[in-house]
């Protein structure tokens, strides 16, 4: 798999059938290389992806991430290989521990310790390889990794790390962590917006679900945040620091600055200028070169 350094991240639960298609064939029509979505709510995981394979021609599709409590290990890798062969190699399995939220509340799991738990999935993930389809090459697999212990589990057992809602100071350090040669993918949300006031309010409803959630708060408390800055819808320090608005130069110069920090592939989240749930196809073009 060739991984161009950009590509495109939405939240498909929002969208009809008919919207995934125009995500999928923009995307690839404006030159992104990957298409990244989440597992949340609504579409399960692998359906939406041979969705998006289906109404693509070299389009990388990216779960970001498949949540490991969805499926069991043997599943998981047989889900892999199926969309990896049907593809000719064109899906990507991004894997992660998600959240207390939709791990217990949501499936009625109970959530444990996310490395231990991640390095065993992984250790069955390998077994289960002589179950599933075989493949010519190996799939790649890259983990959500906010901390520096899922970072280093990312560098020594998969092809990668993918974080989420973080700075390029933060992609400096998890460079360090994996090496030179590991995928590091970073996500971005974007804002072709230059009133500060409006750019917040589009910002704040954009993150609103994340400061409910322990592990990005952690995070974020490691990158120099406090809890001043989750106080209320979130702080303008810690909203300009996740959502890069203003003018088109400003948001290069912030995606320029995690390849400068190290990425070597930046997922593009285009925030709706009024804050609808739809992405924002103007930045996307004005972006994509």
């Known amino acids: ?19 995934l298609v125009e995500l999928a064939e923009r995307s690839e029509q404006l030159g992104y290389s990957a298409l990244w979505y989440p597992e949340a709510l609504s579409y399960e995981c692998f359906s939406l992806a041979g969705y998006l394979l289906a109404h693509s021609a070299k389009l990388i599709v990216a779960s970001g991430i498949a ?5 069991d290990p043997t599943t998981m890798k047989q889900g892999q290989h199926s969309l990896a062969k049907f593809s000719d190699g064109r899906f990507l399995l991004g894997l992660g521990v998600s959240h207390t939220l939709l791990v217990e509340d949501v499936r009625g799991h109970q959530y444990s310790r996310p490395v231990t738990t991640m390095r065993a999935y992984l250790d069955a993930m390998e077994k289960a390889a002589a ?3 075989a493949l010519a090459e190996p799939a790649p697999v890259v983990l959500a990794a906010l901390g520096p212990r899922m970072t280093a589990l990312a560098g020594e057992r998969t092809t990668g790390a993918f974080p989420y809602n973080v700075t390029p100071e933060h992609t400096a350090a998890a460079r360090a962590l994996l090496g030179p040669d590991k995928w590091l993918i970073v996500e971005q949300k974007v804002l072709l917006v230059s009133d500060p006031g409006k ?7 954009a993150l609103a679900f994340y400061l409910q959630l322990p592990n990005y708060l952690e995070n974020w408390k490691r990158l120099g945040f406090s809890d001043d800055d989750f ?3 979130g702080s303008n320090r810690l909203l300009d620091a996740m959502v890069a608005w203003g003018t088109e130069q400003a948001i290069r110069q912030r995606i320029q600055a995690h390849f400068d920090a190290g990425a070597s592939h930046v997922c593009i989240q285009p925030l709706h200028p009024e804050g609808r749930p739809l992405p924002d196809y103007n930045a996307l073009a004005a972006l994509a070169a």
């Open 131 to 133: 179950n599933a389809p």
């Open 67 to 71: 949540n490991i409590y969805a499926r």
């Open 199 to 205: 750019a917040r309010d589009v910002a704040r409803q």
């Open 1 to 19: 798999m060739q991984l161009g350094q950009k590509g495109v991240f939405w939240f498909t639960d929002t969208l009809s059938p008919a919207q």
């Open 231 to 233: 106080a209320g819808s």
